[in-house]
Structures are given as C-alpha cells and as structure tokens.
C-alpha cells in the first residue's frame, strides 16, 4: 500500500485463471480530501477493458471482509466462466491425483481397443468351431454350424474395425471422406490422432500398419473359409421309401400320417403311399471330420484349414495385443503426462471485500487485495466519517479473518464475536483533524 497525507492506494496483481501468462490489476484509491474511493480492475495491457467505479464514501453502509484461500479471479467470472472454470480445476486434480483413472479412460475408450476385442472373440469362436465331448475334442463329429456362422461375421465386423482404426491412426488416408475437424489431436475416437500421437516413435506407424493389413487379409480369408468348410461338412443320404399297409386292412397308407413318410414334399402333400412309394427320402447330415480306418466311413477333411484358421486367429490377436500396448504407451505419454493446454493457478491467500451502500440502486461492490494488507485499516477508510463520541468500538477478528465493520454500534455484545467498549483517543499530532472511528 502506497499512502500519501489524504490518500490511500492498494495495489493486488494475481494470475488469470483462464487465460495463460495473463495477471490481473486491481487498485483501490481512497480520497479522504474529496470523500471518496476508485476501484478499478483490468487485464495485464488491456487498458480498453477496464473495469471499476468511484463511489462516495457517505453512501457507504457497511464494509465486510473475508480472508480466502483460492484464486482471486473467481469472485469476478460468470456463470458460464465459472464452469469452465470447474472443469479446468477437474482437469487438474486428475492429472495430480488420479493419472491412472485417466489413462485407463484415454486407452481403453477408443477404435484399437474394439479392434482387439473382435480379433479375440474371433480367435476364441474359432475354437468353438471343433465339436466337443466334455473335456476333450471329439473329431467323430462334424465342425459346429453356429461357430462357424459366428466366425464369419465377425471377420467381417473385424476388418470394418481394422480399417477405421487405420483411417484413426493415419495409417489408411482418404482424401474423400476426410474433414479438416478431423485432423486435430483429441481424446475423442471419431477425430483422426495427430502424429505426435501416433507416429511417437519411428517404428509405431510402420508396425502398426503392417498388423492392420495381415488383419484385414486374414478376416477376408476367413469370411471365404467358413462357408467352405460348411459345404464340405455336410452330406445328403438318401433312402428309398414306402408305405406298406397293413395285411387285412383296407386302410391305404398316406405319406405324412403315423410312421409312413415318402419325404418332404410327398409328407407335405399328403399324397396316397402308392404314388409317393417310388420317391427317395433324402436327409443333409454332417460329415465326421475324423474316421477310424478301415470304418468305410467317409471324412470330411476340413479339420487341417480350420486348424490353421485357429491357430493364425489366435496369433493376429496377440499381434494385435502388442500394437495395442504400443498405442496405448504413446496416448498415455501424449495425453496423460502432457501439460500444455492445463492453465494451473497457484492458490494464494488473499481478502473478499463486499461494500454495501445506503440506496439499493447502488448494488454491493465486491473486490480483493492482497492479504498482506490490513483488511480492518481498509474497512476503517472506506467507512464514513463518524460523529465524536467518548466511546469507541473496539473489536477482536476470529481466527477466520471474517469481520463487520458498522458505525455506531457500542456497548458490550456477547454474541459472536466478543465486543466492549473503550474510550476513544483523540487526534495526535501532526494528524490532518480528519477523525473517523478506530477499530482496535
């Protein structure tokens, strides 16, 4: 504080909370001469953005004070400034006490992630393909239908992924369906990563890519395998039927009725047994992939290509696994670690001053200053000049730095803050006679 014979000036220059490198000003000047106070409060060389008020100090009705812990710029900002405000806070306290919370958010929600879940669950339904009984595989049997339906759409579902996952890494580049939006680096999954990001190191684009292309071949080969392998494993038997009656009884057999069956169309039809006698019933079964030599039985011989398809299923999963760690190492290092877009704002210590004042139209004034200043000698100056009296108030701050200055009260109150009264001294030498109520 800079003080003169009949003015006062406090000076309180803090950082910006939203905006990087800026500080902000605030000055109170308090003319005792013409009985009034300035405030003013403006952005470090931003003078046409000034903000701030003159004020007589006879309007004045009561001055409080409150000593703070925080940022000062947050008792000026808006609503909308103040959420935005909040949200770089959470920002901050994530990155100082939870950088695992966030890194799992960052690795886990994006395009690569789905990609290795298909490639698994695709490995794992190859597996499923080869039928079972109870802990071993039993080759008797032929491949399972279901499995190898659900192989081939997830092959598909797979390359889709794996193509999205290198349009998002940079490695696949379409001039036609590209936004220039989508070229920013973000957390999202449907904004393309910048190469900070996915070109980290030399070897990560390159290894990535390669992963990719084997991943799309290899589901093309499957989607072609499956159904392949289901046209293999299956066989049509073929039996001749007929319907005989019964010796004695004059009932003609009909296909479709009790146990006379001349085959699906025939049954359908429900023609007589003497037409539908010369008609093959023919079944579709499957093949067993395994026979016992010598059985006359025939093999499919489908379980070789659907063994490979297991086996390299499996192997692009755990190639796919590794070039997930390796993304995944790159975004926690580019996002998680980095600090270039946090505006981190040092808590300081510093007094809330609200000013209220006799006519409603006025409003309450509300500003800060350093909490090196004497908050009581300010609200003494900003207080009008009271009439001379033999008693004064004298009052005792809490620990919470949290006072109310109000003229006229006297005598003892035993409420709160404990307040008793004193004689009030006079003017000492070489003072202006500018007498004003003291708040010991």
């Known amino acids: 504080m800079a003080k003169a014979a009949l003015e006062d000036l406090y000076g309180f220059v803090y950082s910006d909370g939203l905006r990087q490198g800026v500080h902000i000003t605030e000055q109170l000047r308090v003319d005792r001469l013409s009985g009034r106070f300035t405030w003013s409060r403006a952005r470090q060389n931003e003078a046409a953005k000034l903000q701030g008020s003159s004020y007589l100090i006879s309007q004045v009705s009561s001055v409080r004070f409150t000593t703070r812990l925080g940022d000062p710029n ?47 669950c695709l490995a794992h339904t190859m597996w499923l393909v080869f039928p079972r009984a109870g802990e071993h595989f039993d080759m008797s049997q032929g491949p399972d239908t279901e499995a190898l339906g659900a192989a081939s759409t997830l092959s598909v579902l797979t390359a889709l992924c794996a193509i999205v996952t290198g349009w998002w890494l940079g490695i696949f580049r379409c001039r036609c369906c590209g936004f220039n939006a989508f070229h920013m680096d973000s957390l999202g999954v449907a904004e393309r990563l910048s190469d900070k990001i996915a070109a980290r ?89 395994c026979t016992v030599e010598g059985s006359g039985q025939t093999a499919s011989g489908v379980q070789l290509p659907l063994l490979a398809a297991a086996v390299g299923s499996t192997a692009l999963a755990i190639l796919l696994g590794l070039v997930w760690l390796l993304n995944a190492w790159a975004m926690y290092a580019g996002w998680v670690r980095s600090d270039r877009d946090l505006v981190l704002v040092p808590q300081i210590m510093y007094h ?89």
């Open 74 to 120: 947050c008792e000026f900002l808006s609503a909308a400034q103040k959420q935005i405000h909040k949200q770089r806070q959470l920002r901050s306290w994530l990155k100082s006490h939870a950088p695992v919370i966030l890194g799992l958010i960052v690795m886990i929600f994006n395009v690569v992630t789905l990609t290795l879940i298909l490639a698994a």
């Open 201 to 289: 190191c030399r070897i990560q684009r390159p290894i990535t890519g390669a992963v990719l292309v084997v991943c799309i071949m290899w589901c093309f080969f499957l989607v072609i395998l499956c159904p392949v392998a289901y046209g293999l494993s299956r066989k049509t038997l073929c039996d001749s039927g007929s319907c005989t009656a019964d010796p004695g009884s004059p009932l003609l057999p009909t296909c479709g009725v009790g146990n006379c069956s001349c085959g699906g169309l025939a049954d359908l039809a429900c023609v007589s047994a003497t037409t539908g006698q010369d008609l093959n019933i023919c079944q579709n079964v499957k093949q067993p992939m």
């Open 352 to 440: 809330r001053f609200a000013v209220n004042f006799r006519s409603r139209n006025e409003g309450k004034l509300v500003f800060t200053l350093s909490a090196e200043d004497d908050p009581l000698a300010i609200a003494a100056a900003l207080m009008p000049r009271g009439q001379r009296t033999s008693l004064a108030v004298m009052y005792q701050a809490p620990e919470t730095m949290i006072g109310t200055y109000m003229p006229g009260a006297q005598g003892v109150m035993t409420s709160g803050s404990e307040w008793a009264a004193t004689g009030y001294s006079p003017t000492t030498a070489g003072d202006t006679g500018y007498t004003e109520p003291r708040w010991c």
